[in-house]
């Protein structure tokens, strides 16, 4: 064991002595080097963000100068305002609201009730009914497209929110498969003490599961809330009245008739995304949770 | 008959149970009946028929099936939509699983990093497209002067037939935290035991990475890749509002030409044929990658539990 090897013993020393070499500065060497590409690619990703507030506060004539100023000079608050105005932006707001809360409130229910279904309740053909939902997952929308839209024609519901609202409030499988993965990790002894003591299982339902599982309904609500305040899809092709639009869809009128006035247009864009930003630094934890849930976990 | 009673209840609760089972699952047999299985057949039908929503649908047979196999903009726009999912689902992946695992280390500052990446994945939608067709402006946008600190002369980006993809590509990229929040959730759920009997064993970082983080993670980017492919076949708010399918069909995905057939041109039909054409599509693509998965995604439970 004394008798080392003289050349290892030489390298060794050698690191003593720079201190570059010591297990301790590779460490700080190393953060150094992982701060940096994190902090240049930060850079990366939030300069469009940065870029869009610069453009949305410039004048009209300082948009297209180059190289391009980031501090606008001077700073005009009032495109807001007038990107507010110049749209009937407060009704596009008010119709978009409306349409995705009574989406959370639609899904919410109809998922948690399904997902109670799925993981708390012994009934037969609850696994093969289970396993054809989550089979269901894999088919894209286009198929079934065309027929619903055909359907909702037939009804007179186009031109209406009832196409953005009512199949809300049937079970969406990827919800439903993220709401009973939450309900599978309550102990199931709670609902059988629960039914010893009398409790139907709709009271188990509401009385035990709904308030255990929080977290999940605030996930899912958030989910649905970005997909619905995002979604273009849908309203385009069943809102056609201006007065019916959503914010998407009246950004996208706007586009076609300030196509030139970008400092507008942006600071239009800004206001549409704000509410998912700021719910998105409020709601960060729940967010994560969704994905925990969803990661997999058995 | 004190236990013949409670026998008598037991099996009282378990018929309940059942029943409930039903009523409780009855939002999502209701919904999978009229809002997948229904449409589906009718789906079916109407492939075989010419329909504009103004006059009856007319049998047709096999009409449209043969006029999608002369439409040369079939082709062309399942190849667009392809080459989009080839290029940005990789470079997702790759990026996103990277991005995760300089996360995971312990640095300061990790949650404002996180926060940072992870939130232009959550602005989807038109707002996000118009922002960044302002900055693929070929003259006054950011990218090009980003490019040109870098000596770069960027070319016209969404103008240029070369370019327009690419550029669409770029900016699926943007969303690439969603995928690293995914990646973080996974990379937690590795036994640190594994890496010190790597290290042990004398392996260093490049080493840990490929014989312990990727195949642990394998399961995870084997979902990222099954759901990336399905989403980036069904693309369509950027060909829409970006590029409008142009220059030249440069950027026409294959949801842009359904879209223009069904509500522009009110081909109905035709348009329910395409459908079915991108499902079998998306679904052999599917399953290649499912086939594929056997000899790279390593699953735990296989090795330790036995088959």
């Known amino acids: 064991m004394s008798i080392s090897n003289p050349t290892q013993s030489a390298r060794t020393q050698k690191r003593l002595r720079n201190p570059l070499h010591s297990k301790r500065m590779r460490g700080i060497m190393g953060a150094i080097i992982v701060h940096l590409v994190l902090l240049t690619g930060l850079v990366f990703i939030l300069m469009p963000l940065a870029w869009s507030i610069s453009t949305s506060l410039k ?7 180059y190289p391009p100023e980031w501090i606008p000079r001077p700073v005009v608050w009032r495109n807001y305002i007038d990107a507010w105005t110049v749209l009937p932006f407060f009704r596009y707001l008010w119709n978009t609201t409306m349409i995705t809360t009574f989406s959370i409130v639609g899904r919410l229910l109809a998922c948690s009730l399904a997902a109670f279904a799925f993981s708390r309740l012994r009934w037969p053909g609850r696994d093969v009914l289970f396993f054809m939902m989550l089979s269901t997952m ?3 929308s286009q198929v079934t497209l065309i027929p619903t839209f055909i359907l909702f024609r037939k009804l007179g519901w186009v031109n209406t929110f009832l196409p953005l609202i009512i199949p809300k409030f049937f079970a969406e499988p990827f919800f439903t498969f993220l709401m009973r993965q939450f309900f599978m990790t309550i102990p199931i002894q ?8 009398g409790c139907t299982n709709f009271s188990i339902f509401s009385k035990i599961i709904m308030p255990l599982s929080k977290p999940v309904f605030i996930a899912v609500a958030i989910f649905v809330f970005n997909a619905n305040w995002n979604d273009f899809f849908a309203p385009l ?4 009245d201006s007065d019916k639009f959503t ?3 009246g950004l996208r009128a706007f586009q076609g008739q300030f196509g030139t006035e970008w400092n507008l247009m942006m600071a239009a864009s800004n206001l549409v995304l704000l509410p998912v930003v700021l719910l998105f630094f409020f709601a960060q934890k729940y967010f994560m949770q969704g994905v925990v849930i969803t990661g997999l976990k058995g | 008959m004190n236990s013949r009673r409670a026998t008598g209840r037991r099996s009282r609760l378990m018929f309940r149970e059942h029943i409930d089972g039903w009523i409780f699952a009855l939002p999502w047999l209701l919904g999978f009946a009229i809002w997948t299985l229904g449409p589906m057949i009718a789906s079916l039908i109407f492939a075989f028929t010419d329909y504009d929503m103004v006059t009856p649908p007319r049998w047709i047979g096999m009409g449209n099936l043969r006029e999608l196999i002369r439409d040369p903009l079939i082709v062309h726009s399942l190849k667009v939509t392809t080459l989009y999912a080839v290029a940005s689902v990789p470079l997702n992946i790759c990026l996103g699983l990277i991005l995760a695992m300089l996360l995971n280390s312990k640095i300061r500052g990790l949650r404002w990093y996180r926060t940072g990446y992870y939130l232009p994945s959550v602005l989807s939608g038109v707002a996000a497209a118009l922002l960044w067709r302002w900055i693929f402006s070929p003259d006054f946008g950011l990218f090009n002067l980003v ?6 002369k960027g070319p016209a980006w969404l103008a240029d037939e070369r370019w327009a993809l690419p550029a669409l590509v770029i900016m699926s990229l943007w969303g690439v935290g969603g995928g690293m929040i995914i990646y973080l959730a996974g990379l937690q759920g590795i036994p640190t035991e594994l890496y010190e009997a790597a290290e042990v064993d004398g392996a260093g970082l490049l080493a840990k990475t490929f014989h312990v983080t990727i195949p642990m993670m394998s399961p995870v980017i084997f979902y990222q890749l099954v759901m990336g492919v399905i989403g980036s076949l069904q693309v369509f708010t950027q060909g829409y509002i970006i590029t409008a399918g142009g220059p030249h069909n440069a950027t026409l995905f294959y949801m842009l030409h359904l879209y223009r057939n069904a509500f522009e041109y009110f081909r109905m039909g035709y348009a329910s044929v395409m459908a079915w054409v991108l499902f079998f599509y998306i679904l052999i693509l599917t399953l290649f990658v499912f086939k594929s998965s056997a000899a790279w995604v390593y699953y735990e ?3 330790r539990g036995g088959r």
Do not use: C, K, N
Not at chain 1, 237 to 240: D, F, G
Not at chain 2, 147 to 152: P, Q, T
């Open chain 1, 59 to 65: 004048e009209p004539g300082a948009v297209f100068t």
């Open chain 1, 190 to 197: 709670m609902d059988e003490a629960a039914r010893i003591d």
């Open chain 1, 237 to 240: 092709i069943y809102l056609h």
């Open chain 2, 147 to 152: 490019l040109s600190w870098f000596g770069i």
């Open chain 1, 247 to 249: 914010l998407a869809l």
């Open chain 2, 301 to 303: 439970g296989q090795l």
């Open chain 1, 138 to 140: 894999m088919l894209p």
